[in-house]
Structure formats: structure tokens, C-alpha cells
């Protein structure tokens, strides 16, 4: 899952953008504003973690006009605001979560896994294509119980085609997941990592297939189904 992080103060957009990472999320970095706006427009993202004390705009600006504008995506505001009226504002605003700094990596991820469990999200806990499952919580991967272990890269795109299992995946839309605004990546590294999670999955006898429409992009399936 891809998620766009607001936050002016480097050091700890870095130490955000690594530790998520570790839970399976990609992160592209804005330090202000009008940086984030511009993002948001540029992709869809899954999700949105805001600060509020930026250089350019008061976050909560941001905030109240992306919900003017009728942006669905979920918002967590990441503040050292910690009183009680600022967390009301905060929700009243449009946000869907408020996280009070400093606080931990594990419940950052936590409450992003939460809010993209919500109706209209597409993040389920865990998900099942035939004798394939993937547990995102956990990070685990099993075929018919048995763990099947993948680089960080090969769990996000299988991940991502099990959301959308029997669906195409155009490759446009792998890229922009997998590698975000990141564009320093070869012309073929989606086709390369596609075809590592394909020898990934054959010795295990996942009952699923990884199908490619040249031009197009990729459908996972179940095999026999």
C-alpha cells in the first residue's frame, strides 16, 4: 500500500518512511504543502499522513480543503497538538485519525492497517486466492500452511494483484505502488519482479497463476477456477 507522508521535519520523515516500510507500506515524502497537494494530485494514494505544523500552510488548511474537494482518501494527522480541542478540530476537520507525536512505529502502522480495514477501503486483514494466503498484519505468506517467504517488493505486487484477484492490473498502476514517485527504476523492473514472484510461487504449487496481457498488465488467478 502506498501512502504520501506531509512532514517538514526530515529526520523524523525519514525515520517514518523506514520504519513503514518494515510493515509493508511505501512511502513517498513532502516537506510542505504545496509539495503534498501537488502529490495528491499526481497519484492515488491509499492514504495520507498529515502534519499539522508545516511551513507553508497550517495542516489543518490542507486538510479542510482536500475534503472540500471531496478527496476520499484517508487522512492521519500526526501532531505535537495534544490537547483535547485540538484532537476535536483535528476530526472535525475531515480527519479519520489523529496520532499525537512522539509514538511508536508499530501503532503508526496499526492505525493505518485500522482505517484502510474500514468499509469502502480495500484493505482486508487477510486474503485468500485457492491455497495462497497472505496475512498483511503479520507479513506472512503460506501455501497450504506452509510458509513461503518473499522480498519486501514481491510481497507488496502479490499483495496487490490478490486485492484485485481476477482482475487486470495494468502495469502503470504495479509501478506507481510498487515505486511511488521513485521514478529512477529500469523500464522492465516490474516485468523482472513479476517474473521472480512467478518462480517464487511454481515449487510450492500455489493453485494460483499470474497471468500477463501484453500491453496491458497482469491477473492473478486461481487456477481451475
Known sequence: MRVLLIEDHSRLAESITKGLARFGFGVDSCPTAAQGTHAIKQMAYDAILL???LPDRDG????HELRQHRLA???LVLTARDGVEDRVTGLDAGADDYLVKPFAMSELAARLRALLRRPGQALAAVLTVGNLCLDVGARQITVNGAGLHLSARE???LEILMRREGQVVARATLE???YGLNRNVSPNSVEALISRLRRRLAPCNAGCAIHTLYGIGYLLKEQNA
Open 176 to 178: 506507481d505502488a510498487l
Open 60 to 63: 489543518l488548511e490542507v486538510l
Open 73 to 75: 482518501t484517508p487522512v
Open 155 to 157: 510481497f507488496e505486487a
Open 51 to 53: 502534519d499539522l505544523g
